[in-house]
């Protein structure tokens, strides 16, 4: 199964746009990328996911380089709230099965 | 609509004890999954039921573990007997339709094997 790999934790100022940044190098070519974040006592949520595009949403953006061996979850304006644990994910091919990476820690500061 | 419920929220038992915990996913979604946290690990896959059955049951740690979802609505996970590394928090999830879609996850359930 493809693995992740992110940064353990990061800072952000409040109002200021967030990208946190993972690895997926062993992605194969029909896995897509999820990002999901847990906050404090409360199960993970889901954020946004891609397979080879550009995607957008209300919560966030998620840029995906060309080669797919990487990507980057963009808060275009941190808020305090968005303090959390955020992960990204490689869903298995043709399964429902995530696959979780140690997180990144995303303290937003005022 | 209610989201995702799991119960009980906490759980603490002594090793050798028999412990079973209750998912009940969002209405109408056939896809339920299991997944838990133990100490400073990430969240691993434990298994995926398509209705009543096993779709996948390949994360699962051993036989002391067996779930099930009888009639296809809610699941439950029995640790029997339970050791001190089944510690952790255990999430379920559920979703409808394809893979493709977002899986919600309940609150989880903190079990502690003292």
């Known amino acids: 199964d493809a693995k992740t790999t992110q940064p353990p934790s990061m800072d952000c100022a409040e109002g200021r746009a967030a990208n946190l940044p993972c690895n997926h190098s062993t992605i194969s070519g029909n896995e897509y990328v999820y990002w999901y974040r847990q906050i404090h006592s409360q199960g993970p949520q889901y954020i946004i996911h891609?397979?080879?595009n550009n995607e957008t949403n209300e919560m966030a953006s998620l840029i995906i380089t060309e080669d797919r061996k990487s990507s980057t979850l963009i808060l275009p304006h941190a808020t305090l709230r968005d303090t959390a644990v955020y992960y990204c994910?490689?869903?298995?091919?043709?399964?429902?099965?995530?696959?979780f990476g140690q997180g990144t820690t995303l303290q937003v500061k005022p | 609509e209610a989201g995702v419920t799991q119960f009980p929220s906490h759980s603490v038992i002594e090793k050798g004890q028999t412990v079973t915990l209750r998912c009940d996913p969002i209405?109408?979604?056939?896809?339920l999954y299991w997944y838990r946290r133990v100490m400073g690990k990430e969240i691993k896959f434990l298994l995926h039921?398509?209705?009543?059955?096993?779709?996948?049951e390949s994360g699962m740690p051993n036989n002391r573990f067996l779930a099930e979802r009888t009639g296809g609505t809610y699941s439950t996970l029995k640790v029997q007997p339970a050791e001190l590394e089944d510690s952790g928090v255990y999430f379920c999830?559920?979703?409808?339709?394809?893979?493709?879609?977002?899986?919600?996850f309940g609150q989880g359930t903190r079990l502690t094997v003292v």
């Open positions: 891609g397979l080879k």
């Open positions: 999830a559920s979703n409808q339709g394809t893979e493709n879609t977002e899986a919600f």
């Open positions: 994910i490689v869903r298995v091919a043709n399964t429902g099965k995530l696959i």
């Open positions: 039921f398509v209705k009543e059955s096993k779709q996948d």
């Open positions: 209405s109408g979604h056939d896809n």
